[in-house]
């Protein structure tokens, strides 16, 4: 596995701050207001300082088409429409999911702070990312969190040769737990093993357990975020925004209204950090654990920058270029 400094001969390093502000620039022209680009380009930065390439800044060129074709609201009045001490609900209006998911996140943290545990769910919006992003707003506060994602409006796949597998996408899903120091423990993942269906008839004929359990994870996703928490009331106005059709669900557990907040923090460290003194696994030159990896590289590229390879450049300096943005390389 290559080491965390190492980058291709074509890679520029981009400090957090210029690319934020790249990001948001570039949402401003398509007629979000700034404290909504902004807020968007924060998640997108924070997943590429991560190096999880395929949710961070690299999805606005998804992100642009919606809001340019009006697919996503650039515009929309968040609203709370449910809310007891221990949950809230939230719609969207069409917007981008990032709003309205790191605001359910917000109001879950103060929830939880106080009652101890709390849970949220979002709908009528566009994609949420990464479900980490609300996991790790959660984890500055000591919280354990569960969170999945997913689209509503389930319908069977079409293809004649189609089997089980084919009859959920692959949603988001993350749990989160907190750490004293060090990295705590994330397992952000997408809720499948397996790429395709190539992947898939193979490991049904040599190690078919991961094939089932992937297939468990994608319907318990989808069915939960898509199917109850994207659920549009029967009096909910028809969506002009065709894009908006997913779904948010956070579940938070402050684990000081279980045992003592301190030990245990202070056991997940220990457990991570004897974990990670042990031998890596076969053809890896590191021991990891979820989360650990992304949490070094947080560290070493907010101080040196997030390599931006020359892919990633050119779909950014197009985009940027298509509305009229300064690019800060």
Same mark, same amino acid.
């Given at each position: 596995?290559?080491?965390?400094?190492?980058?291709?001969?074509?890679? =520029?390093?981009? !400090?957090? +701050?210029?690319?934020?502000?790249?990001?948001? +620039?570039?949402?401003?022209?398509? +007629?979000?207001?700034?404290? +909504? $680009?902004?807020?968007? $380009?924060?998640?997108?930065?924070?997943?590429?300082?991560?190096?999880? &390439?395929?949710?961070?800044?690299?999805?606005?060129?998804?992100? &642009?088409?919606?809001?340019?074709?009006?697919?996503?609201?650039?515009?929309?009045?968040?609203?709370? &429409?449910?809310?007891?001490?221990?949950?809230?609900?939230?719609?969207?209006?069409?917007?981008?999911?990032?709003?309205?998911?790191?605001?359910?996140?917000?109001?879950?943290?103060?929830?939880?702070?106080?009652?101890?545990?709390?849970?949220?769910?979002?709908?009528?919006?566009?994609? @949420?990312?990464?479900?980490?992003?609300?996991?790790? *707003?959660?984890?500055?506060?000591?919280?354990? /969190?569960?969170?999945?994602?997913?689209?509503?409006?389930?319908?069977?796949?079409?293809?004649?040769?189609?089997?089980?597998?084919?009859?959920?996408?692959?949603?988001?899903?993350?749990?989160? @737990?907190?750490?004293?120091?060090?990295?705590?423990?994330?397992?952000?993942?997408?809720? /499948? *093993?397996?790429?395709?269906?190539?992947?898939?008839?193979?490991?049904?004929?040599? !190690?078919?357990?991961?094939?089932?359990?992937?297939?468990?994870?994608? !319907? =318990?996703?989808?069915?939960?975020?898509?199917?109850? $928490?994207?659920?549009?009331?029967?009096? #909910?106005?028809?969506?002009? !925004?065709?894009?908006?059709?997913?779904?948010?669900? =956070?579940?938070?557990? #402050?684990?000081? #209204?279980?045992?003592?907040?301190?030990?245990?923090?202070?056991?997940?460290?220990?457990?991570?950090?004897?974990?990670?003194?042990?031998?890596?696994?076969?053809?890896?030159?590191?021991?990891?654990?979820?989360?650990?990896?992304?949490?070094?590289?947080?560290? /070493?590229?907010?101080?040196?920058? =997030?390599?931006?390879?020359?892919?990633?450049?050119?779909?950014?300096?197009?985009?940027?270029?298509? @509305?009229? &943005?300064?690019?800060?390389?």
């Amino acid at each position: 596995m290559p080491s965390l400094n190492t980058i291709s001969p074509d890679t =520029i390093r981009v !400090f957090p +701050d210029d690319l934020c502000t790249l990001t948001s +620039d570039i949402l401003c022209r398509l +007629d979000l207001p700034h404290a +909504d $680009a902004r807020r968007i $380009a924060d998640c997108l930065v924070a997943v590429d300082l991560r190096g999880v &390439v395929s949710h961070g800044t690299r999805q606005l060129r998804r992100y &642009v088409k919606e809001f340019q074709t009006r697919q996503i609201n650039p515009c929309p009045q968040i609203c709370l &429409v449910q809310e007891t001490p221990v949950n809230a609900v939230f719609d969207g209006d069409g917007g981008a999911g990032y709003l309205v998911a790191t605001q359910a996140t917000e109001a879950v943290i103060q929830k939880t702070c106080s009652q101890g545990v709390a849970m949220a769910a979002t709908r009528n919006h566009g994609h @949420v990312g990464s479900c980490g992003i609300y996991a790790r *707003m959660a984890l500055k506060h000591n919280l354990i /969190t569960w969170t999945v994602a997913g689209g509503r409006d389930w319908t069977p796949p079409t293809r004649a040769d189609a089997t089980v597998w084919e009859a959920m996408q692959s949603p988001p899903m993350c749990f989160a @737990v907190p750490a004293a120091q060090g990295p705590p423990l994330v397992l952000d993942m997408n809720a /499948t *093993m397996f790429k395709g269906r190539d992947e898939v008839q193979n490991a049904m004929q040599t !190690f078919p357990d991961p094939v089932f359990k992937s297939l468990g994870l994608r !319907f =318990i996703s989808t069915i939960l975020a898509g199917a109850m $928490a994207g659920q549009l009331p029967s009096d #909910h106005p028809p969506s002009q !925004f065709s894009g908006a059709s997913r779904g948010f669900f =956070i579940v938070a557990v #402050h684990p000081g #209204h279980i045992g003592d907040l301190e030990t245990f923090t202070q056991e997940v460290s220990r457990i991570i950090s004897e974990s990670l003194k042990l031998n890596p696994l076969p053809g890896l030159d590191t021991a990891d654990l979820p989360g650990s990896r992304e949490w070094k590289r947080e560290q /070493t590229w907010a101080k040196e920058g =997030i390599p931006i390879n020359r892919d990633h450049q050119n779909l950014l300096s197009i985009i940027a270029r298509e @509305v009229n &943005v300064q690019i800060p390389w």
